[in-house]
């Protein structure tokens, strides 16, 4: 398991806005992540004190994140800074998630990766159940080096 220390400066989600606490397991194609930052009353995302599960999309893609950091610096490289521009295929299983005790799970699979874009899937579960689930891409910045 990784927490923070090993990933947190490989991502542009810093401070309240970084989502995930840890890395369960991580391949060079999935990632699996658990995150209780759902259940904080000073979620940086919340709305009249709820958390919408549309922004479980947001999990998703720190997770996109987190992969791509992870798998760069393994190579000895930093990923390249990416903008998500397109969400596809989200199911959303209930309207808020704050009430939901205990930890998120947050499973990210690789679909594609290419120098300018990435496209993953994601699923979020709560205590084996599907909460959310979606695919997302990523274009590289322009002008960055991957």
Known sequence: ???KSHWGKLIPHQGDMCLLDTVVHWDAH?????SVSHTRADHPLRRDGRLHALNLCEYGAQA???H???LAAGNGDRAAPGFLVSLRDVQLMREFV???SGELDVHGQRLLAGEQSWQYAFRIEHQGVLVASGRAAVIV???AAT
């Open 1 to 3: 398991m990784l927490d």
């Open 141 to 143: 910045q322009p002008g």
């Open 98 to 100: 704050e009430d939901l």
């Open 68 to 70: 791509g950091g992870l």
């Open 64 to 66: 996109m994140a987190v």
């Open 30 to 34: 999935h990632i699996h992540a658990r």
